[in-house]
């Protein structure tokens, strides 16, 4: 049976992998099923440093260190950039306050935020997925979602920044969707149906081959 490792230990990422690759490519070349494993179902404990300056960078990072085990490596990289701020918190969404901490970030986008009017608080969300055969190919695929900055709070699901990040369309945030809502709209939802096909085209290359 054919491996993908995720570079991840958070089973929500590998159901999202096996959900959007289901019924579209969730065989190898050879017509093998996959089996979608995390880092820890093969043993892999080391940190892998995210160092890269891009979304893509810091995904192809993670991606490139799993198929130098021999895997077939699938890693994302995701984050918020707010226009007003030069495209930050960016790659550095999950840190923007100095740890790993939602409310701390909150706090901190609100407060520079503070005196940009409502037109100028534009943002989108990026998702990055980058897939690394054993041979060195690399496929990306990215996905964004637009909305707008609140002022406020708004909505209690969800996590990260999803309370303040408007979905202009819906007028709802991230955080008062349910799962069905956001998973047709997400900046995460975008990039995971557009890597599905990619993925899939290069199987079928591959079976030419």
């Known amino acids: 049976m054919a491996k993908i490792v995720v570079a991840s230990n958070n089973r929500k990422k590998l159901l999202e992998v096996e959900r959007f690759l289901g019924g579209i490519c969730d065989r190898d070349e050879n017509g093998e099923p996959f089996e979608i494993v995390s880092l820890a179902d093969i ?28 895997y077939i490596g699938v890693a994302d990289d995701s984050g918020l950039c707010v226009d007003a701020l030069n495209g930050d918190p960016g790659v550095y969404s999950a ?10 970030n909150n706090i901190k ?9 409502w037109e ?53 945030t991230f955080a008062e969707m349910n799962s069905e809502e956001k998973d047709a709209i997400s900046h ?3 990039a995971m149906k557009r890597f599905a096909v990619i993925f899939g085209e290069e199987l079928e290359k591959r079976k030419v081959k």
Request: glycine share 12%; net charge negative; proline share 5%.
């Open 43 to 70: 043993g892999y404990t080391a940190d892998i440093v995210e160092d890269g300056d891009t979304f893509e960078a810091n995904a192809l990072i993670k991606a490139r260190t799993v198929a130098a085990l021999g």
């Open 95 to 104: 840190r923007y306050a100095g740890g790993h901490d939602d409310v701390e």
């Open 109 to 117: 986008i609100l407060k520079n935020l503070e005196n940009i009017p």
């Open 120 to 172: 100028d608080r534009t943002a989108h969300f990026v998702s990055v997925i980058a897939c690394v055969f054993p041979d060195g190919t690399e496929l990306i695929a990215r996905g964004e979602c637009p909305g707008r900055m609140l002022f406020d709070y708004r909505g209690n699901g969800g996590f990260g920044y999803d309370p303040l990040f408007l979905y202009e369309p819906m007028d709802k």
């Open 188 to 190: 995460r939802a975008n």
